[in-house]
């Protein structure tokens, strides 16, 4: 493993801005491609049920609908925020989007750096700019975007050095729960992140009360947002 990444160190902050821009252009001129298009300010499908719940939040009540949601409530929140401030606008939360897709691209590179080297963590940003899919779920009003984006926040949060204090497993869970309002089915890594902790500390000689304290600060964590 590589050393940690750190914002000082220009030899590698320089690659993390360049994929970051480039990343963000390539998104740029996709958005103004699609801009004319006749589905970019009448969405459909899912994109319609997201657009007209985030009008319901924001004209109507915060608390929702009387009937649950039937799909993950925080894309429809995240909506409502732009149609509060800014009216009916499906432009700004796709330019934000774009932002986000950039940071995707910087988050895969650091997240590279901290596990391989440096030129698989520059391949991995490179490939992550240029993917089309990341390309196209950025301008549409979809989850997608926001979900990978929360999702490799997590990882990079879990990769961190191990630390003496409990608090970084409590954000871990509050991460997690945050991830499930985007997309649900992150929560079948829970399991696989409750193993990783425990096999973890179990190979540092950390005392099991110690990784059960962390175990439930993590669960804890996700129950607060769930």
Same mark, same amino acid.
């Given at each position: 493993?590589?050393?940690?990444?750190?914002?000082?160190?220009?030899?590698?902050?320089?690659?993390?801005? $360049?994929?970051?821009?480039?990343?963000?252009?390539?998104?740029?001129?996709? $958005?103004?491609?699609?801009?004319?298009?006749?589905?970019?300010?009448? /969405?459909?499908?899912?994109?319609?049920?997201?657009?007209?719940?985030?009008?319901?939040?924001?004209?109507?009540?915060?608390?929702?609908?009387?009937?649950?949601?039937?799909?993950? /409530?925080?894309?429809?929140?995240?909506?409502?925020?732009?149609?509060?401030?800014?009216?009916?606008?499906?432009?700004?939360?796709?330019?934000?989007?774009?932002?986000?897709?950039?940071?995707?691209?910087?988050?895969?590179?650091?997240?590279?750096?901290?596990?391989?080297?440096?030129?698989?963590?520059?391949?991995?940003?490179?490939?992550?700019?240029?993917?089309?899919?990341?390309?196209?779920?950025?301008?549409?009003?979809?989850?997608?975007?926001?979900?990978?984006?929360?999702?490799?926040?997590?990882?990079?949060?879990?990769?961190?050095?191990?630390?003496?204090?409990?608090?970084?497993?409590?954000?871990?869970?509050?991460?997690?729960?945050?991830?499930?309002?985007?997309?649900?089915?992150?929560? %079948?890594?829970?399991?696989?992140?409750?193993?990783?902790?425990?096999?973890?500390?179990?190979?540092?000689?950390?005392?099991? /009360?110690?990784?059960?304290?962390?175990?439930? %600060?993590?669960?804890?964590?996700?129950?607060?947002?769930?």
């Amino acid at each position: 493993m590589t050393a940690p990444f750190a914002l000082g160190d220009w030899r590698r902050l320089g690659p993390a801005l $360049l994929l970051g821009l480039l990343a963000l252009i390539l998104r740029l001129v996709y $958005l103004e491609q699609i801009r004319d298009s006749l589905f970019f300010n009448i /969405p459909i499908v899912d994109a319609k049920t997201y657009v007209e719940d985030g009008l319901y939040l924001s004209s109507q009540s915060w608390a929702g609908r009387p009937t649950p949601f039937w799909q993950p /409530p925080l894309y429809p929140y995240l909506l409502s925020l732009f149609f509060w401030f800014f009216d009916q606008n499906l432009y700004l939360p796709r330019l934000v989007q774009a932002l986000l897709g950039a940071g995707i691209c910087v988050f895969t590179y650091i997240l590279g750096l901290r596990v391989f080297s440096f030129t698989v963590a520059f391949g991995a940003g490179l490939v992550a700019a240029f993917y089309g899919p990341l390309i196209y779920f950025g301008g549409e009003l979809l989850p997608t975007i926001p979900a990978i984006f929360l999702n490799l926040l997590l990882l990079l949060h879990l990769s961190r050095q191990p630390s003496p204090v409990r608090w970084p497993y409590l954000v871990s869970g509050l991460l997690l729960g945050i991830c499930a309002l985007a997309v649900a089915n992150i929560l %079948l890594f829970l399991p696989f992140l409750l193993f990783w902790l425990w096999s973890t500390g179990k190979r540092a000689l950390i005392a099991l /009360p110690r990784i059960l304290r962390q175990g439930g %600060l993590l669960l804890l964590g996700c129950g607060l947002i769930k």
